[in-house]
Nanobody, 121 residues
Framework: QVQLVESGGGLVQAGGSLRLSCAASRSFFSINAMGWYRQVPGKQRELVAATISGGSTNYADSVKGRFTISRDNAKNTVYLQMNSLKAEDTAVYFC???????????????WGQGTQVTVSS
């Protein structure tokens, strides 16, 4: 199958920045969407930002103006630039690709293992 490998999480002070990366271990036949989600204990996973094939993006209201999602199709990689971080951004962040592999043409959702982001106030 395929693995999505996230990196870039860590501990940062409020007001600081982090850049998350998520790279696929193999190429996709096609990728319809790439996204970042986050989850805190006891709460449902929520969408943070997504980019759709064609270039459109959407963001959770809580991160608009602070976070930017971008993608490098040639590298099968998606990024999340997080600026002006707040304590409430603390969560485990997961990346997700919706796409088709060369070996399996069914459109499926693939998930990374998650990376911890902790913002100290």
């Amino acid at each position: 199958q395929v693995q999505l490998v996230e990196s870039g999480g860590g501990l940062v002070q409020a007001g600081g920045s982090l850049r998350l990366s998520c790279a696929a271990s193999r190429s996709f036949f096609s990728i319809n969407a790439m996204g970042w989600y986050r989850q805190v204990p006891g709460k449902q996973r929520e969408l943070v930002a997504a980019t759709i094939s064609g270039g459109s993006t959407n963001y959770a209201d809580s991160v608009k103006g602070r976070f930017t999602i971008s993608r490098d199709n040639a590298k099968n990689t998606v990024y999340l630039q997080m600026n002006s971080l707040k304590a409430e951004d603390t969560a485990v962040y997961f990346c997700s690709f919706r796409g088709r592999l060369f070996s399996n043409f069914a459109e499926l959702d693939y998930w990374g293992q998650g990376t911890q982001v902790t913002v100290s106030s």
